[in-house]
């Protein structure tokens, strides 16, 4: 992609402890240094708690705004009582993603046992892909790294521009 035609990124950390300043996100940043490196623009990042109601809003105000193409969700996404991220995410998306979804377990699963527990979702809400991904730097990283090769190919079919297909 041009860099005009970047793709615009937001991140958004799901934590109750990195948002009351208990511990450092460091999954945000790990993932704004991907994007950075494919000539992405992030265009925000934030960190919020475990809330469904508030990331709620914030998926649907970020995504009907059009302010990113792609919003990475990191975190939330276990079993933990207060792990709704893709409760949330089911709730806002109007066509989910399960291929990408598929892809990021099947990787994980080659690298821990553990991932058979994620319950990551990832769907399009207009325009706006959404991820969820692991909480863990290492391995909101390694699940973003399986999808990049299909993800500018999506964004290029969500604005609507000629693919090449």
Known sequence: MKASSA?????LT?????SLGEREDASGPALARV??????QVV?????????GRLKEWLIAWSDRGLADVLLVTGGTGFAPRDVTPEATRS????????LDEA????????????????????????????????????????L???LPALGHAVKLLRGEDAGH
Do not use: C
């Open 104 to 143: 990021m377990r099947q990787s994980s699963l080659a690298i821990t046992p553990h991932a058979m527990l994620s319950r990551s979702v990832s769907g399009i809400r207009g325009k706006t892909l959404i991820i969820n991904l692991p909480g863990s730097p290492k391995g909101a990283v390694e699940n």
């Open 92 to 99: 806002v998306v109007e066509k989910r993603t399960p291929g």
């Open 35 to 40: 994007a950075l490196e494919q000539g992405w």
């Open 44 to 52: 925000h990042q934030e960190v919020l708690p475990d809330e469904e």
């Open 145 to 147: 790294q399986v999808i």
């Open 14 to 18: 799901v934590s109750d402890r990195a």
């Open 7 to 11: 793709i615009r990124v937001a991140i």
